[in-house]
């Protein structure tokens, strides 16, 4: 079974500066695409960045200059680095991987998301 695991959440003061981590583990047969979303209280979540497993990024408008997101394909894992940060950016972070696995009938494409991390930015 295919698992995602974020860390590197926590309490940070705005300009301040976090990197989240998320790795798959479990039988996969292919990480497609990674990317991190985020759920602020009373929100909708919301796209904050994505990588291609070719290396290829895309941003939120928001958060361009100030986040970066990658992925070592070695380790299975995705990372966000996140500098600047506003107090109204507060929210729990997931993180999402398309998967390839291979089941009886063939293989499957699948969306996969980790249980969330808590970032909070104080003001």
């Known amino acids: 079974q295919v698992q995602l695991v974020e860390s590197g959440g926590g309490l940070v003061q705005a300009g301040g500066s976090l990197r989240l981590s998320c790795a798959a583990s479990?039988?996969?047969?292919?990480?497609?695409?990674m990317g991190w979303y985020r759920q602020a209280p009373g929100k909708e979540r919301e796209l904050v960045a994505t990588?291609?497993?070719?290396?290829?990024?895309s941003y939120a408008d928001s958060v361009k200059g100030r986040f970066t997101i990658s992925r070592d394909n070695a380790k299975n894992t995705v990372y966000l680095q996140m500098n600047s940060l506003k107090a109204e950016e507060t929210a729990v972070y997931y993180c999402n991987a398309r998967i390839t696995t291979i089941r009886p009938g063939g293989a499957a494409l699948g969306d996969y998301w980790g249980q969330g991390t808590q970032v909070t930015v104080s003001s």
């Open positions: 479990g039988i996969m047969f292919r990480i497609n695409a």
């Open positions: 990588i291609t497993s070719d290396g290829s990024t």
